[in-house]
């Protein structure tokens, strides 16, 4: 099992940056990569971006790229999500989520179903 926590969300105002932590605590040595998704009210989950755990290869949706940045503390087992030049779109609650399995392709990783253990989430509203 790996426990994922969360922390970091808040209230921001547009043009603004958050950092959120994702902290993660068990098997982590069994964890090959770590997403963080979205959700806003009355929506889908949506992919935000991912990190592999070995080596730190980032990929993000396109509607983050440029603004979101994935880093890893291998130390810690803590993976964050600095997001800068929010929007006011960019509300939503925020997950981490760890998976065991290793895919050679960027696009598996896009998805909720490749992801074995979730965080509670922490959410993150931009509004002026």
């Known amino acids: 099992q790996v426990h994922l926590v969360e922390s970091g969300g808040g209230l921001v105002q547009p043009g603004g940056s958050l950092r959120l932590s994702c902290v993660a605590s068990?098997?982590?040595?069994?964890?090959?990569?770590m997403g963080w998704f979205r959700q806003a009210p009355g929506k889908e989950r949506e992919f935000v971006g991912f990190?592999?755990?070995?080596?730190?290869?980032?990929y993000y949706a396109d509607s983050v790229k440029g603004r979101f940045t994935i880093s890893r503390d291998n130390t810690n087992s803590t993976v964050y999500l600095q997001m800068n030049s929010l929007k006011p779109e960019d509300s939503a609650v925020y997950s981490c989520?760890?998976?065991?399995?290793?895919?050679?392709?960027?696009?598996?990783?896009?998805?909720?179903?490749?992801?074995?253990?979730w965080g509670q989430g922490t959410r993150v509203t931009v509004s002026s």
């Open positions: 989520a760890a998976a065991r399995y290793w895919y050679s392709g960027n696009v598996y990783y896009t998805s909720t179903s490749k992801y074995d253990f």
């Open positions: 068990g098997r982590t040595f069994s964890v090959y990569a």
């Open positions: 990190i592999r755990w070995s080596g730190g290869n980032t």
